[in-house]
Structures are given as structure tokens and as C-alpha cells.
């Protein structure tokens, strides 16, 4: 099995005094999701992504090649997202495991 194909993807987690939990994925543009707890996070978090992935298969559209954790860390382009990240999430592409794992 290629290393590409079980990298994860990483989430960005953050969370506003009066709000739910954002997750973005650099990596998968245009996709998000939002929980009400931190222990909804990872769900809802695989749930956007197969949706997202879904979404791009059914269109035609390109999968985006996914960054390491280090290569995002220095991206200035996500600068700001990292100032607001409370918790970062690696989570498996769809249909290459079951679960999201905190990193």
C-alpha cells in the first residue's frame, strides 16, 4: 500500500468563548465542520471529510495531495489559523480506517 494513501488528513481545531468548535483542513479546501463539544470533534470531523471527498470524486475534481504536520506548521499562508488552533486532529482519508486520532 502506497504512504499516500494512509496519510492523514489534518484538522485544525478551534473554539471561540461563544461558539461551537470550528475544524478546517488546510489540505481539503472548502471543507469544515463544527461541533458542540471537544468530544464531538473527531466524528464530525471524518463526517465532513467523507462528504467533502465524496463530493470531489462525484465532480470530477483532483484530491489535493496532503501536507505533513511540519510542512503545514510553517505554511505562512495558515499563519493565522494556527494562532487560533486550540487542537490539531490527524484523521484517515475515508475509507482507509474508522477513526480520527489527536495529535
Request: net charge negative.
Amino acid at each position: 500500500m502506497r504512504q499516500d494513501a494512509v496519510k492523514p488528513y489534518i484538522g485544525l481545531v478551534s473554539k471561540d468563548a461563544d461558539s461551537a468548535y470550528g475544524i478546517v483542513f488546510p489540505d481539503a479546501p472548502g471543507c469544515f465542520s463544527a461541533a458542540d463539544t471537544i468530544d464531538d470533534v473527531f466524528t464530525m470531523a471524518a463526517e465532513a471529510l467523507a462528504g467533502w471527498t465524496e463530493s470531489m470524486v462525484e465532480d470530477g475534481h483532483a484530491i489535493p495531495q496532503r501536507r505533513e504536520l511540519s510542512a503545514l506548521r510553517t505554511d505562512p499562508n495558515l499563519a493565522e489559523l494556527w494562532r487560533e488552533t486550540i487542537l490539531v486532529i490527524a484523521v484517515p482519508p475515508p475509507g482507509a480506517a474508522t477513526d480520527a486520532r489527536a495529535a
